[in-house]
């Protein structure tokens, strides 16, 4: 029986999942960042978004929490660079937060889910300037990705490349079909690589 897109959708997420909650084990006491995981998983089904889709959805938004961390750690080499915020600033608020702004600007029409989530996850920190400061630096990782995805060719015209090298399209017997679908694949997947060795060194921090 042929699975439908959505399965193939679902256990792409349901492996991301997977990996994520073993990659990132003790960053911000693992609540945050697997609580957010967990919201990001149920935005992207609701979404339906395929499985190529789902990949870069889930490098950005786990990209933007290790930048905000890290901010706050200052243990590892950034992603895409972020103002360094105090050691004692919230991890969680963090985490949280960039999870969030990327989130709703990927996602806007659950930005009243997103929201809900968000205020819970706010809601068990403590207020003051460590919780201000997680905020600040969340903000600053989510912006700054955003920023670094927007214009990037994603959805727009593209011109197959066929050769032997990496991310060039290798057609195959006995059709040697082109696939129009490739050069979005290997786009996200050079890009998700990069943000799983990421949350590969985030899950060591501590």
């Known amino acids: 029986m042929k699975r439908t897109a959505r399965s193939r959708s ?46 870069l959805t889930y490098a950005m938004v786990q990209g933007a929490v290790y930048d905000a961390v890290n901010a706050i750690d200052r243990t590892h080499r950034p992603y895409l660079g972020a103002a360094p915020a105090n050691p004692w600033d919230s991890q969680d608020a963090a985490a949280a937060t960039a999870a969030f702004r990327v989130l709703a600007a990927l996602f806007p029409s659950q930005l009243s889910t997103l929201a809900a989530h968000y205020q819970d996850s706010l809601t068990a920190i403590p207020d003051g300037p460590m919780k201000d400061g997680g905020i600040v630096a969340g903000d600053g990782a989510a912006a700054a990705m955003l920023a670094a995805r927007t214009n990037d060719g994603r959805g727009g015209p593209f ?13 195959t017997p006995p059709a040697f079909i082109v696939d129009p679908t490739f050069a979005i694949h290997a786009a996200s997947a050079r890009f998700s690589f990069r943000a799983r060795r990421c949350s590969v060194r985030m899950g060591r921090m501590r």
């Open 10 to 55: 679902a256990s792409c997420v349901a492996g991301l999942t997977v990996f994520i909650a073993l990659a990132l084990p003790a960053v911000a006491e693992a609540d945050a960042v697997a609580d957010w995981n967990v919201h990001a998983t149920s935005a992207i089904l609701s979404a339906s978004q395929p499985p190529q889709v789902t990949v």
């Open 159 to 171: 011109t197959v490349v066929i050769g032997s090298q990496p991310g060039e399209w290798q057609p």
